[in-house]
């Protein structure tokens, strides 16, 4: 009777912790959400940033990262893009309004409102700048590096 009691309660055991994390995806607040939203995750790495939850992932062959708050909630989402797959007009206004710097890594951002941007690090003689380009073409300064 006690190996068969056992042998429920190691079932029982197993096949809960089999469900409780698809594909082995660390727990994090906002896991259910992720889960959702990427349901063929695979890669996942979680690391904690103060209030910011960096998830790390490959989804449809794309390393992205998800960022939640420390309640859970979605941020944003975000990937690298080469320079040569930066759309037309980041790649225009950049030349135009840095024409002296080099392009030298690129983020395509999209935050919990599904609004799209970029982050784009350039590099010039005297300065390093990363710039914040909206979707209406608009650069600015987010940082100076």
């Not at 979680?46 to 449809?60: R, Y």
């Not at 990262?65 to 980041?90: K, M, Q, W």
């Not at 206004?93 to 030298?104: D, L, N, P, Q, T």
Request: hydrophobic share 40%; aromatic share 12%; proline share 5%.
């Amino acid at each position: 009777m006690k190996l068969y009691v056992l042998a429920a309660l190691l079932t029982i055991g197993i096949s809960s912790t089999a469900f409780a994390r698809p594909n082995d995806i660390p727990t994090f607040k906002g896991m259910q959400h992720f889960v959702q939203k990427f349901p063929q995750a695979t890669e996942v790495e979680c690391k904690f940033k103060g209030q910011l939850t960096d998830v790390s992932f490959t989804w449809n062959g794309l390393h992205l990262h998800a960022f939640y708050d420390s309640e859970g909630n979605p941020v944003a989402t975000c990937r690298p893009v080469e320079i040569d797959n930066l759309p037309l007009f980041v790649q225009l206004g950049i030349k135009k309004e840095y024409a002296s710097y080099v392009i030298r890594e690129a983020v395509e951002y999209t935050d919990s409102d599904d609004s799209l941007s970029y982050y784009v690090a350039v590099a010039g003689p005297k300065a390093s700048y990363l710039l914040h380009v909206s979707t209406s073409g608009t650069i600015s300064v987010f940082k100076k590096m």
